[in-house]
């Protein structure tokens, strides 16, 4: 086996950004152009160092992907604050960005991810990043106390129905805070194994 084979697959990347992964396969020879696939949940492609030998990396610890996942029940307390579980805690961060979502939920990023967020809009041509206003207008910066709950501003928490039960789910790269009766009706749709199938056809897996 060659000797340092890893180097290249960390230092290349610092995001899940698909633009820059795109152009690293194109320009390196060290990537096989095969599509992106999964194992475990996780994307994965293979690596080729001097023609021999093959690796298969795991994207989300190469290109710094926070890997959310689960369902988690919990209630807003009479102030607006609710408890972020502790596995989503530790791929957040103490400091991390709430922000609207194209559903009827918020989206919280952790700061890294923002940041990759907002250099991506960025780089747009200025009519594309007036549509994004509202996902910067609405962003709240927020911190966890002691006890593990940020405090969610009320125009958020009305964007998205949140009053008293609110489902926090792991959704890959984000996390996602739902009012948990309106969850259930999205997720009594989506999980129907009809739409896991076409799904799973559309995306080629």
């Not at 820059?20 to 293979?46: A, C, D, E, H, W």
């Not at 747009?124 to 501003?153: S, T």
């Not at 609110?166 to 948990?180: M, S």
Request: aromatic share 12%.
């Amino acid at each position: 086996m060659p000797g340092k084979p890893d180097i290249w697959a960390f230092f290349l990347f610092g995001s899940a950004d698909v633009e820059r992964l795109n152009t690293f396969k194109k320009k390196t020879k060290y990537v096989k152009k095969f599509p992106l696939l999964f194992q475990n949940g996780s994307p994965i492609m293979v690596l080729r160092c001097g023609g021999k030998w093959w690796k298969v990396a795991v994207l989300s610890t190469c290109l710094g992907v926070k890997n959310m996942t689960g369902e988690y029940q919990h209630t807003l307390d009479n102030k607006g604050r609710i408890f972020i579980p502790a596995k989503l805690r530790d791929e957040l961060g103490e400091v991390f960005f709430v922000t609207l979502s194209m559903d009827r939920c918020l989206c919280a990023y952790s700061s890294d991810n923002w940041n990759s967020l907002s250099e991506k809009v960025s780089a747009m041509p200025y009519i594309k990043q007036r549509k994004m206003r509202p996902l910067f207008a609405h962003a709240a910066r927020c911190e966890l106390d002691g006890q593990g709950r940020v405090l969610l501003p009320m125009t958020l928490r009305e964007y998205a129905g949140l009053t008293k039960n609110v489902t926090v789910i792991g959704c890959n790269n984000h996390a996602e805070l739902w009012d948990t009766d309106t969850w259930k009706a999205v997720y009594e749709e989506e999980s129907k194994p009809e739409n896991i199938a076409a799904v799973m056809e559309e995306l080629e897996f």
